[in-house]
Structures are given as structure tokens and as C-alpha cells.
């Protein structure tokens, strides 16, 4: 198996852009969650005050953080600076500020306006980031293979494969960690290429990678071995110090508005916000709630009947294996260390975190950042398959497809005292009764069937006309004076 550039058939990466932004966007989230709502508060507080305190929002949410007289957002603030272009632009539009609200959470009309800017910040954000992901997945997918199929099966299996669609609908950050991973690691593969010049693909590297420690502090581990794996494969270059400072800048820069928001909330640019959080004793173990990982976390991370990752996205069972094709060949050994690093680093941190079941989550949320690197091993595992093994992983990619629709339309907050919640919880009561989260029963007054049918008139034929392509397209034969690349 070579690491080589090859042809796809022409639309194909646009048609897939299309598929996966419009099935995130399509389906929303409760925008009452902590997770959701705390961001949100403090998106509100930038845009409409001026400041980065919660105060008046503090009774609504129990993920906040006290520091002297004042409540502050509890988290990294990269998913609410993201969102600050879609507060100012709904406000702006709508007429409306948080100031004109009854601030209770029985308030219907509070949670409409929420749901608004939320969604709005979603089509923004991280809808954009996971589709960008999954194009690049089937990039690298095709260039490892030769096989635009393989590519197409990696990138599907990643965005509507994973809880990645479900968490991609909100403004928690583990799904735009996931995207920035994907992203951070295909341009410095493509940047650190033997014979490219690509100077500009390591500055976007550098920066995918700063800007997933804006959302997420521990990010920076898994971050970390991208960073530390690109520096290997730049070594032998002669332009390695250009390459290793170009992503360096764009690191260092996507750092600067973390330092100034801790600047604007806190008057120091060094603060940590979950140094204030209240609420959870647990945050005050180890390094923030961060100890050491526990084998039998591990294990009810990966197969436990509430959080189990693969009750939620079987397809990953052969993604392992595909990883493995890629490590037996010395020519692609170096991407399946990088893909196994960041799995194996985010599993542990996850397994480490005193919460890490994640409260109200459907499949391991804390996991998610993983999703992307490890959806990449379905590529070389679907072009090493006959005729039969690939009509069964097609099945097996149509079933967590199907499962993840039923999730991200019904609810990816699953509470934590459900076992086995996608059945118990999420189709029983949920997705059975009709409790669907779509736009057009949200905002056109479809009901939430009509909605969810709609999804399905847009999106089947966009799935159809994605194999039709790939299946009618090259094939997989090296484009004209393609190169191997180590």
C-alpha cells in the first residue's frame, strides 16, 4: 500500500461537503444543556455587554465558575468565541437581546431564543468543521489507497458513522476538537510530503492545532503527538525550519484570543476558568479531575452498556483492523502511529477524568476528539476486501449510519442513569413518540416527522449520487505522474 495522490471523480469532494454540513445542520440539540447553554451565556454576555461574566445567567446552569463576586463560563472559551459572529448576527437581525428576556428555564420563549442562536452558531462552526474534516478524511483515504470507495467509506463512517453527527449539533467542543485533529494531521502530512513545498498546509496545521487547545485545554496532549509526529517526518528536510516555524506561528497565533478573553474576564491572561468551578468536588482531584486512567474505565468507555462506544458506532470495530494494514506497511507506518497516538492519548485522558462519563451523553462524549484519526482506518480495511467483505462493511456502515440518524434527530444528551440509552432512551423515548429536533419543525411549523422525511428526500439522493460517482469514476488509478510519499 503506497502513499500516493490519485484522482477522484469530479464533484465528489463538493457532494460530500454538501451531505455532511446539511445533515449536521439539519437536526439541533437541547440548547438547555450546561454544555450548550453555559457557552452560550457567555457568547451573550461578549456580544451584548461587553464582558465575559454570567451573572444573571448563573441560576439556568450548573456548569459555572466563581471567582470573587462574579460567575464566569466554566470551560476554554473557543466554542463561545466562535459563536460570537452568530449572537451579533441573530441579534442584529431578530431585533432581540438576551435583555428582553424572561431569564427561567421554564420560560419557552427564553429557550427559543437560545435554540436560535445555538443553531445558528452550529451552522457556523462546527458543521462547517466536521464537513471539512470528512472531505479531508476521504483526501487522505483515496491517497492511501488509490481508492476514491476507500475514501468515501472513511469519511462517512466519521461524520454520520460516530455520535461525531449528534455532537457536531451542538456547541460543546468535542466534535470541532475531532475536525481540527483531522484537520491539523492531513495538512502537516501534506505539508512534511517528501518533494511538496507546502509552507502554507504547516501555518493551517499550526493553527487546526492551536485553536483545539482554545476548546479544549487537554487537547493539547493528543495535539501534542500531531505536533511531535510532523517534526519527525520534517526532520530529514532540508526546509524542516521553515516548515516547524510556519506551524509554530499558526499555533502561537490561534493562542492570542484565548489570553485575551482570560484577559477581559479574569485581568490576567494566565487564569484557568476551571479552577473556579462549582458544584463538582471532583474537579479538585489531580489535575482539574484529571488522575491517572483506570483499565475498567477504559473498558466501559469502549463496550460498557451505557457509554460503550461500539453499541453507538459499530463501523469502528474494523477501523482497528484497518489501522493495523496501515502499520504492516513501512510506507504508511508513520500515519498509523500518528492515528493510534491520538487514539490511544484520548482514550486515556478520557479514562483518567474523574467525570468521564460525561453526565448527559449518548456513546463516550469525551471520546469523540478520537473519531476522526480512527475513522481513518476503515479506508484501507474497505480496499483490502472482496466483493463479500465489502457488502458486509457497507452493512455494518449503513447500520451505525442509521443508528447515529436516530441519535442526532432525537437526542445526543442522553442522561447517565440509562443502560443501553440508545434503545432505552433515545428510540423509546425519544425517537419513537416523535421528539425530533429538525428545522423545519422547529421553525416552519412541519411536525417533527415531516421534518425528519424531508432530511431523508434531500439526503438519500445526495448519498446515491456520491456512490453513483465513485462507483462510475476512476477507480482508483494513480493519477498521471503521481508520487509515492513516505
Request: aromatic share 12%; hydrophobic share 55%.
Amino acid at each position: 500500500m503506497a502513499d500516493r495522490e490519485t484522482t477522484a471523480p469530479r464533484g465528489t469532494r463538493a457532494l460530500l461537503f454538501a451531505l455532511i454540513w446539511l445533515s449536521v445542520a439539519w437536526f439541533g440539540s437541547w440548547e438547555l444543556n450546561p454544555n450548550n447553554a453555559t457557552r452560550m451565556f457567555a457568547a451573550l454576555s461578549l456580544v451584548e455587554q461587553g464582558d465575559a461574566t454570567i451573572d444573571e445567567y448563573a441560576p439556568l446552569t450548573i456548569d459555572k465558575a466563581t471567582f470573587g463576586p462574579h460567575t464566569y463560563l466554566d470551560k476554554a472559551p473557543g466554542m463561545t468565541l466562535m459563536a460570537l459572529p452568530a449572537v451579533a448576527l441573530v441579534d442584529r437581525w431578530s431585533g432581540t437581546t438576551a435583555a428582553r428576556q424572561n431569564l427561567s428555564f421554564y420560560d419557552p420563549n427564553l429557550a427559543r431564543f437560545l435554540r436560535l442562536r445555538i443553531r445558528v452558531a452550529v451552522v457556523m462552526g462546527p458543521a462547517l468543521l466536521t464537513a471539512l474534516a470528512a472531505v479531508l478524511l476521504f483526501d487522505w483515504g483515496l491517497a492511501l489507497t488509490g481508492q476514491a470507495a476507500a475514501g468515501l467509506v472513511a469519511a462517512l463512517g466519521y461524520a454520520l458513522g460516530t455520535p461525531i453527527w449528534g455532537w457536531s449539533g451542538t456547541i460543546t467542543g468535542h466534535a470541532a476538537v475531532a475536525a481540527l485533529y483531522v484537520i491539523a494531521g492531513w495538512s502537516l502530512w501534506r505539508a512534511t510530503a517528501a518533494g511538496e513545498r507546502r509552507g502554507t498546509l504547516a501555518l493551517v496545521g499550526g493553527m487546526a492545532l492551536g485553536w483545539a487547545v482554545v476548546i479544549e485545554y487537554q487537547a493539547v496532549l493528543a495535539g501534542g503527538a500531531i505536533a511531535l509526529w510532523a517534526a519527525a517526518r520534517a526532520w530529514p528536510r532540508a526546509d524542516r525550519w521553515r516548515l516547524l516555524g510556519l506551524a509554530a506561528l499558526g499555533g502561537s497565533a490561534m493562542l492570542v484570543p484565548l489570553f485575551l478573553y482570560n484577559l477581559l474576564a479574569f485581568g490576567t491572561p494566565f487564569r484557568i476558568a476551571y479552577a473556579g468551578v462549582t458544584g463538582f468536588a471532583g474537579m479538585r482531584q489531580g489535575l482539574f479531575g484529571l488522575t491517572w486512567p483506570r483499565p475498567g474505565v477504559v473498558l466501559e468507555i469502549l463496550v460498557g452498556d451505557r457509554r460503550g462506544l461500539v453499541w453507538v458506532s459499530p463501523i469502528l470495530l474494523v477501523a482497528t483492523l484497518g489501522l493495523a494494514r496501515l502499520a504492516d506497511d513501512a510506507r504508511t507506518r508513520g500515519v498509523a502511529a500518528l492515528a493510534g497516538a491520538v487514539v490511544a492519548i484520548v482514550l486515556l485522558v478520557n479514562a483518567a477524568y474523574f467525570y468521564w462519563d460525561g453526565g448527559n451523553s449518548t456513546g463516550p462524549r469525551h471520546a469523540m476528539p478520537a473519531m476522526g484519526l480512527l475513522a481513518l482506518g476503515l479506508a484501507p480495511f474497505w480496499a483490502a476486501q472482496g466483493r463479500w467483505g465489502r457488502i458486509a462493511t457497507a452493512a455494518l456502515l449503513a447500520l451505525s449510519m442509521a443508528v447515529n440518524l436516530v441519535i442526532a434527530a432525537a437526542d445526543i444528551f442522553a442522561p447517565p442513569d440509562y443502560r443501553w440509552p440508545v434503545w432505552t432512551y433515545v428510540m423509546e423515548q425519544r425517537f419513537r413518540p416523535g421528539a425530533l429536533q429538525t428545522w423545519p419543525s422547529e421553525w416552519l411549523g412541519w411536525s417533527p416527522w415531516s421534518g425528519l422525511y424531508a432530511y431523508l428526500a434531500v439526503a438519500l439522493p445526495l448519498l446515491a449520487a456520491l456512490a453513483w460517482r465513485v462507483r462510475r469514476g476512476s477507480g482508483g488509478c494513480p493519477a498521471p505522474g503521481a508520487r509515492h510519499r513516505g
